[in-house]
């Protein structure tokens, strides 16, 4: 029995070690800080323009289909082509085909029912033309529509160089962000210490695009398709985490 009672001290004193090192270690950790958020943003006319249109055609046959789509399409990429967009600048975003049925016969409620009888295709086919001359995006709107595209699916507005406003958008905000934590260090009467941490965000705020007359066009009115273009604000989001110390 005497033998085992400095064993017992042994064991609880290695067990008791490590929780007191835990202790200590939670004590440091537990280190006051000041987080500061702050925003920056910059604004820039855009660039650069994204037309999405599409051509929708119908056929007895899907040869007949295709071969209006194709012919559609052909006058749409000459009429681009004299506006001097390269070939490059143009996608295909989707291209469907679709057969159309017979609207199905009236029957008794206890005949089977009939199979679908098709009676023609249509095809669908949607490309989008990227814009560099921006002067230039009402007339390609309305020439291609003229041209024989009967779908105007939308406009995106975008800059070409968008990283360098996020980063003048992240300097901004960055230096905002150091001096409210200036600011609130004096007002509480504490000592900023080191940086701890620094997170960052970034988003682009693009204008709303205003087609005015974008189905008058489809119709063969005649004008000039309105487009304006505004300007794009690219905000960006700063987050500072200071050691603070009485």
């Given at each position: ?10 064991v ?40 999405t ?62 199979p ?67 600011a ?42 309105p ?20």
């Amino acid at each position: 029995m005497k033998s085992l009672v400095p064993l017992l001290a042994f064991v609880i004193a290695l067990v008791a070690a490590p929780i007191a090192a835990r202790s200590d270690d939670s004590a440091k950790s537990e280190v006051p800080t000041l987080t500061v958020v702050a925003t920056g943003s910059v604004t820039a006319p855009p660039d650069t323009a994204f037309v999405t249109l599409g051509m929708d055609t119908t056929g007895k046959s899907l040869t007949e289909a295709q071969r209006q789509n194709s012919a559609t399409i052909q006058k749409v990429m000459e009429r681009l082509r004299e506006l001097k967009i390269d070939k490059e600048r143009i996608q295909t975003a989707a291209f469907t085909v679709s057969p159309q049925y017979k609207p199905p016969p009236k029957r008794p409620s206890d005949a089977p029912p009939a199979p679908p009888e098709i009676v023609g295709y249509s095809i669908s086919n949607t490309i989008t033309i990227e814009v560099r001359d921006v002067e230039k995006v009402g007339t390609v709107i309305e020439e291609v529509l003229v041209a024989g595209a009967n779908h105007f699916h939308g406009l995106r507005w975008a800059l070409r160089d968008e990283q360098q406003a996020r980063l003048n958008a992240l300097k901004i905000a960055a230096g905002v962000a150091r001096e409210k934590a200036t600011a609130l260090s004096q007002a509480v009467n504490v000592k900023l210490g080191r940086l701890m941490n620094v997170t960052e965000g970034s988003r682009v705020v693009a204008p709303m695009p205003r087609v005015g007359r974008a189905m008058a066009a489809m119709e063969g009115a005649g004008g000039e398709v309105p487009i304006s273009s505004g300007e794009m604000k690219v905000e960006a989001t700063v987050t500072l985490i200071y050691e603070i110390t009485p």
